[in-house]
């Protein structure tokens, strides 16, 4: 497995603009964060070593995995993703089992 996240969580980005930041909404739950172009993500499908894999999202939103090719990741939670993600690997094996990490946010400043 590939390093990537060392455990660490959206908001520990330390150089992430306040934009990028959740923010809090009216309940005082933080928004869902969104991913981005400039985001790397950690994608792993539980039994498919071949499948899982560290991914950057490219400028146009996009990320690539074999079977799949490309999905549009930028504007989408995590949760969206691993939907997504689930249903068009889900043509290839039965009930595959996602999960999508939020690594870095390459090129904050």
């Known amino acids: 497995m590939e390093p990537c996240c060392a455990g660490r969580r959206i908001g520990e980005f330390?150089?992430?603009s306040a934009s990028r930041r959740p923010s809090l909404c009216r309940?005082?739950?933080p928004d869902a964060y969104r991913i981005d172009a400039t985001d790397l993500l950690r994608i792993s499908v539980w039994k498919n070593e071949a499948t899982s894999r560290t991914v950057?999202?490219?400028?146009d939103g996009k990320i690539s995995l074999p079977l799949i090719n490309d999905?549009?990741?930028a504007?989408?939670?995590a949760l969206e993703l691993q939907d997504v993600l689930s249903e068009k690997i889900r043509e290839y094996m039965p009930s595959p089992e996602v999960s999508v990490l939020v690594c870095d946010n390459r090129f904050a400043k």
Request: hydrophobic share 30%; net charge positive.
């Open 27 to 29: 309940s005082g739950a």
């Open 71 to 73: 999905v549009q990741a």
């Open 14 to 16: 330390r150089h992430q």
């Open 75 to 77: 504007g989408l939670t």
């Open 56 to 59: 950057p999202v490219r400028p």
